[in-house]
């Protein structure tokens, strides 16, 4: 069989010129390329790699990658469109950070008030998938390969703690998109931007904190320049985060398709594994290298969910001006929710 590199884009061309492939990769029929803005030992990436090597081993090596870590191949807010558009075969997409065109997956992301797991945020938003069109809509010439659910955001902060409610007035915080809205209910001054750019902004004081897990105390480094972590918890939902182009998806044969879609529980049960494992080592590098840590009250804590749900239900109810009834996912999730675990997408519809 010819051999096929489905590296094809002009965009790309002058990255990858000069680039050799690995002696495993030879004798490959299909060498894909995959980009993320992270770097190899990140547990986003050592995820990937238990994936890619899952794939390799069971395409008996007729599927090699070549993937370009921590690079600029893709951008955040992009990553979508250049996956579309062949940029790389294969990436981490970031859907709840687009600018356009994903306003309804964007918004399911704070549907998830009262989740407990990583692994019931990722069954969540399985069930919302399925149940309603419009996510295959904002996902159009793209083949999802795994959905990521993620360690429960706290607050990192530079140089105040924040211990009850009060504290977030005034506090400028980079937040995910489903926080924004209690955050200013609360006073505070949520900014959406990259997680590769928090450490840049903390450093210079342009924000006051971050909605981030303990992970990332140590993965990105925080503890170099912010001083406080507040458990203080945020629910979150899943979100599909890894994805390839349609147009490389259909020049596969059927049987490489099947391998490479039938690994997606791989995928996913590596980031969860992995992510736990980080929350762990990112508290207590945070722990050893002088953060301090703070509780939050339990009746601030109680008082915050119910903002955050109602927050979530006024989100959804804001899109329909775009044409997108959203209140009926956000009340699927939580009927979904309200009946525990495991999750049964039959309880939404009841």
């Not at 490959?28 to 794939?55: G, I, K, R």
């Not at 010439?141 to 990192?156: E, K, R, S, T």
């Not at 915080?173 to 931007?193: F, H, I, K, W, Y």
């Amino acid at each position: 069989m010819r051999r096929h590199l489905f590296i094809i884009t002009v965009l790309s061309i002058g990255m990858l010129v000069g680039c050799s492939s690995d002696d495993d990769s030879a004798d490959a029929d299909y060498l894909l390329t995959y980009a993320t803005p992270y770097p190899s030992s990140h547990p986003f990436s050592l995820a990937d790699q238990e994936w890619m090597n899952a794939v390799i081993e069971q395409s008996q090596g007729r599927i090699a990658f070549k993937p370009y870590w921590g690079g600029p191949v893709l951008n955040s807010d992009m990553s979508m469109l250049e996956i579309r558009h062949g940029v790389a075969d294969i990436g981490l997409i970031s859907p709840i950070y687009v600018k356009g065109g994903t306003h309804l997956i964007r918004a399911q992301a704070g549907f998830y008030g009262g989740v407990r797991s990583i692994e019931d945020q990722v069954s969540v938003y399985d069930c919302l998938a399925k149940a309603f069109p419009q996510f295959d809509r904002e996902l159009e010439g793209l083949v999802v390969l795994a959905v990521q659910g993620g360690n429960f955001p706290a607050i990192i902060t530079r140089d105040k703690p924040i211990t009850s409610l009060e504290d977030f007035s005034g506090m400028r915080l980079r937040a995910p998109s489903e926080t924004v809205e209690v955050l200013r209910q609360l006073g505070a001054d949520p900014v959406n931007m990259p997680m590769g750019e928090v450490y840049s902004a903390l450093a210079k004081g342009v924000i006051d904190g971050v909605v981030a897990p303990g992970d990332t105390i140590y993965s990105l480094r925080f503890s170099e320049v912010a001083n406080h972590f507040t458990n203080i918890q945020f629910s979150r939902g899943g979100y599909p985060a890894r994805a390839m182009s349609e147009k490389t998806w259909n020049n596969l044969p059927p049987e490489l398709q099947e391998i490479i879609i039938g690994n997606r529980d791989v995928w996913e049960s590596s980031l969860s594994r992995l992510l736990i494992i980080a929350e762990t080592r990112g508290l207590e590098f945070g722990q050893e290298n002088g953060m301090q840590f703070h509780d939050f009250p339990y009746q601030d804590q109680m008082e915050f969910d119910q903002l955050y749900n109602t927050a979530a239900l006024q989100q959804a109810l804001s899109i329909a001006d775009l044409g997108i009834d959203a209140e009926p996912v956000f009340r699927f999730a939580q009927q979904i929710l309200a009946a525990g675990s495991p999750i049964d997408c039959a309880q939404g519809a009841q």
